[in-house]
């Protein structure tokens, strides 16, 4: 099993999920984030103060699935987030060593 | 187990079942209350130890305290109860708490119990208004009367009358601190039911007051000793019964004494108590409204109780400047009063004219001019709303330092909703989600409470905004109607119509009614289009500058956005939401100031090039398949465009998508045509967009002899660039076809991989005799400019011109990875002056000073060669 974590532009979160629950993806955890990559924020000037903008917001989508399916949606999430040429974000892959669903005790592939 | 216990367990089981089938008495908590105190009473005829202790004359009585003392015991009440002696405790006491109150446990009671003397209670009391208000509902339930006489006796001649002052100063801290922490439940969509301001601790501050300063002994005293009139009584009984019913079922659901009435329970306890959807009211949205008036009135019983009877210890300031006000109006103890009835009889205009002073004076009306407006609020009719001198009061108002304050007065005493008709339809209409914590009306007066405020916030940006804004009462309006659309779908559109109307009633100034409409119109679009649509493409924003027009409204937009979310509840304006809320406002900001494409004279050709192209291909294509094509289009490009040759591009575009169908490789479309008495030829080239796409025409072009004048380089969103070039004539002018046949291979083989354009050129700009070498009149420049575009990293770039210029910079900027989206490419004499709009391949800016170093240095380099 692995869990994917991506990082994408707010207004693709639809566009994503709607591919992902094409693929027959069960779940999936959204969560409002703030973050920044290679760029450190920016000034912005407003009648000579400035304000410092730290942090860009972003989204960040989890799934826990099977192995077996995980190239399959990355490449989903690949497209459905990016905008002709441009891509933007990132997407991790992590092992994820057990699931358990607390309701029923239920463990790996049916706990999913 | 005793017996006492088994009936105890049997009654409150029986009255559990009755209230969860809604037949349960009226009274629930008094029948309640009879249960236990019929417990105890059992108990201690079949204790052995309080046999004992009568025996050897250490006589004690069971009092009841706090709410068990006042018979308001809910489902899941805390039961406070004290044994307290006349002396001495006797050691035997311990065992008789065990033997009465330990069953009790058993049963999930919340059983909060003190063994003491009547000195030690006193004591207590003097030290602890806490303990002072509960021990003043003493009651007693079991035992030896004279030590509960006693008690109270002692209570009220050594405590309750040296501290009844004090004591009325500690409620009314604690009534800010109740504010502060459960807020006004009147008003909130998940109120407390206990603590909350205008619950059932309102009406214990009333009865501890009257206690302490009237010598009440039971609540009915506050009707027989003329503190409430028999009708306030009754009603007051009547809404304490719903709250208490309420707070009951609340109790029952969630299974636990709770008493903050979250969403969860909220439609369970308004199908037990029987309400019933309604043509677009849902049955909790009508219960929640009922629970509100009821909390509404308790808490202005409570405020006129403590204004009318309980003075003494409120403590007034009265600035001695600010006392004069106007005819028929007079202030006293620092709050507006109006002289009599008749005088409003004589002159109506006092009832605005009172809210006025009110906001002038910064003060609150007292509770008698309160009962006064209500009572003349039927002289507001047509003609009032209509004259002149009312609109402009309330206008005046709108301007004024304690808008908020005087607004909430008018809303209490109904006089908002009798001014403003429209007002009266969203005043106490609820929003049965988890994310608005006010009814409508009550949101509407929060944007503007927040609006008022701009100048305290801790937001520098936010101050700096507000104090640019050249009439700030449009804002305030704006915000007061925002919502007033609010009766059904699509409440924005309905609300700029309804408020349209209200405006012209006021005979309102028509271009600030029109920025006012507009903002109302629009007051959802800013945090939409933050958080659906992408705030790097730069047709997003120019689109948002565009609809709404100038600077100022984009300010007052900003500001009612933050509002409208602050007031909404604390999810509504995360940091999260206010980063893009604020990038969107610094992007449109930018795009309205630099002006060339959001001008009104730019929205004015777009759009006449938009009806100019429909007028041209409209019998062709349906609208929808037009609005999707200017979708496409970048703004730039239909900026710059005309409508004919819009056609033209739209009709080759055609043409390349059918080569893509039939998968022909490689997949463009070229095409050149003279201009006319020009000397120079159009070019035009489509093919799907791909870095390194600009270079290799370039280059093509280069090889051919062909040098570009000019070059607009677009790209429509699906990913179709769409070049268009001024070129200088092929070599040949008497067969220029040849030429551009044989350039049109050169693409094709450069496309395909079959054409090394590096190699070629090299060769043809190998030094030759016939060609002298010219020294470069002066050094090129390259600058990296990062200001001017929210979007793009604009390269500029000035240098001699030769053969082949334009290839090197397209294809060093490919090799660097960067993305050209616009070019402007300008050429004079022999000069070039080009500007290159480029971003990462990651869509984003450089930023990077290492980066622009690297690019600057490459550029220069290939411009030095020759």
């Known amino acids: ?112 | 187990m005793t017996s006492a216990f088994e009936e105890l367990k049997e009654s409150k089981q029986h009255l559990t079942v009755l209230l969860s089938d809604g037949g349960a008495p009226h009274n629930f908590q008094e029948t309640y209350t009879e249960i236990i105190d019929q417990y105890f009473r059992t108990s201690l005829q079949e204790s052995e130890t309080a046999h004992a202790l009568f025996k050897a004359k250490t006589p004690f009585a069971l009092i009841a305290v706090g709410g068990y003392g006042r018979k308001e015991l809910c489902l899941y009440s805390d039961v406070d109860i004290q044994i307290v002696f006349g002396s001495k405790i006797p050691s035997s006491a311990k065992q008789l708490a065990e033997e009465i109150f330990f069953p009790l446990w058993n049963l999930g009671l919340d059983l909060g119990y003190g063994i003491r003397s009547i000195k030690d209670s006193i004591a207590l009391s003097r030290n602890d208004f806490e303990v002072l208000t509960s021990v003043m509902d003493a009651r007693f339930v079991g035992g030896y009367s004279p030590v509960y006489l006693s008690l109270v006796e002692t209570l009220q001649k050594k405590v309750v009358t040296k501290k009844a002052v004090a004591m009325g100063r500690w409620l009314e801290d604690q009534y800010k601190v109740r504010i502060h922490t459960f807020g006004d439940a009147s008003h909130l969509l998940e109120p407390n039911l206990k603590e909350g301001v205008g619950t059932l601790r309102d009406y214990h501050y009333v009865l501890w007051l009257a206690r302490a300063f009237f010598n009440l002994r039971i609540p009915r005293d506050l009707e027989y000793m003329g503190i409430l009139s028999h009708n306030e009584y009754k009603t007051l009984g009547d809404h304490l019964a719903l709250i208490w019913l309420v707070r009951n079922h609340l109790h029952q659901l969630s299974g636990r004494k709770n008493d903050r009435m979250a969403f969860e329970y909220q439609e369970a306890i308004a199908k037990r108590l029987g309400f019933k959807d309604q043509r677009d009211l849902l049955a909790v949205e009508n219960f929640l409204s009922g629970v509100h008036a009821s909390m509404a009135s308790i808490k202005s019983l409570y405020q006129s109780f403590v204004t009318s009877h309980i003075s003494r210890w409120r403590r007034v300031k009265i600035d001695a400047h600010k006392k004069d006000t106007v005819e028929g109006l007079h202030l006293s103890q620092g709050e507006l009063n109006i002289n009599s009835a008749p005088t409003i009889f004589s002159n109506p205009f006092l009832l605005i004219q009172v809210f006025e002073e009110c906001s002038r004076l910064g003060c609150h009306l007292s509770v008698e001019a309160k009962r006064l407006i209500r009572e003349f609020l039927f002289l507001v009719d047509d003609f009032f709303r209509k004259s002149e001198r009312m609109t402009q009061s309330f206008v005046n108002i709108m301007r004024m330092e304690n808008t908020f304050e005087t607004l909430d007065q008018m809303y209490e005493t109904g006089f908002l909703e009798v001014f403003i008709p429209e007002f009266g339809n969203i005043i106490n209409r609820v929003q049965f989600d988890a994310y608005h914590i006010f009814p409508v009306g009550r949101h509407a007066l929060e944007t503007v409470r927040h609006l008022k405020r701009l100048s305290k916030e801790k937001d520098l940006l936010l101050i700096d905004i507000f104090s640019d804004l050249s009439t700030p009462e449009t804002l305030f309006l704006a915000g007061l109607f925002h919502d007033i659309g609010k009766i059904g779908k699509d409440h924005a559109r309905k609300g700029v119509a309804i408020t349209r109307n209200i405006l012209k009633r006021f005979g309102y100034d028509k271009k600030r009614a029109e920025d006012i409409l507009f903002l109302i119109g629009h007051h959802l679009f800013l945090v939409e289009t933050a958080t659906r649509r992408d705030l790097s493409d730069e047709k997003v924003v120019i689109q948002c500058a565009r609809t709404i027009g100038n600077v100022e409204r984009l300010k007052m937009l900003y500001l009612l956005t933050w509002a409208d979310s602050k007031a909404t509840g604390p999810g509504a304006w995360s940091e999260w939401a206010a980063n893009l809320v604020q990038e969107l406002f610094f992007k449109s900001l930018h795009v309205l100031i630099k002006g060339e494409l959001a001008t009104p004279r730019a929205s004015h050709k777009v759009s006449k090039t938009h009806s100019e192209v429909r007028e041209l291909i409209g019998a062709h294509m349906d609208d929808s398949d037009i609005e999707n094509l200017f979708e496409a289009m970048s703004p730039r490009y239909l900026m710059e465009t005309g409508p004919h040759d819009i056609v033209r591009h739209h009709a080759l575009v055609g043409q390349l998508k059918e080569q893509l169908k039939n998968s022909q490789v490689p997949a463009f479309v070229f095409e050149a045509r003279e201009e006319p008495g020009q000397g120079c030829w159009e070019v035009i080239f489509l093919a799907k967009d791909r870095s390194g796409l600009f270079s290799d025409i370039t280059g093509v072009m280069a090889l051919h002899h062909i040098n570009i004048l000019s070059a607009h380089i677009y790209t429509w969103r699906e990913g179709t660039a769409v070049d268009i070039f001024r070129v200088t004539g092929p070599l040949d002018p008497i067969q220029p076809d040849e030429t551009w046949k044989r350039i049109k291979k050169d693409l094709k083989n450069a496309f395909t991989g079959k054409l090394s354009l590096d190699y070629r050129l090299s060769q043809k700009a190998a030094p030759c005799i016939l060609s002298p070498q010219k020294k470069p009149s002066r050094p090129p420049k390259v600058m990296v400019n990062n200001e001017s575009s929210d979007f793009f990293t604009l390269i500029e770039i000035f240098a001699d011109d030769h053969l082949g210029l334009l290839y090197r910079i397209a294809h060093t900027l490919f090799k660097l990875k960067l993305d050209i989206r616009i070019a402007k490419i300008a050429t004079k004499a022999d000069q070039i002056a080009d500007v290159f709009y480029v971003r990462d391949l990651e869509g984003q800016k450089l930023e990077d000073a290492k980066q622009i170093e690297v690019i600057t240095q490459s550029l220069l380099h290939q411009l030095n060669q020759r």
């Not at chain 1, 959204?30 to 860009?56: L, N, P, S």
């Open chain 1, 1 to 112: 099993m692995k869990k994917i974590e991506a990082i994408i532009k707010p207004f693709k979160l639809d566009d994503v999920k709607d591919g992902l629950s094409g693929l027959g993806v069960k779940g999936l955890t959204v969560t409002e984030v703030k973050g920044f990559g290679r760029q450190r924020g920016h000034k912005e000037v407003y009648r000579g103060a400035e304000y410092q903008v730290d942090f860009i917001s972003k989204i960040k989508i989890e799934i826990v699935m099977e192995s077996g399916l995980v190239a399959e949606a990355v490449k989903m999430i690949q497209e459905k987030a990016r905008t002709g040429q441009i891509g933007d974000g990132k997407i991790f892959i992590i092992p994820v060593e057990e699931v358990v669903r607390i309701r029923t005790g239920e463990t790996g592939k049916e706990a999913i």
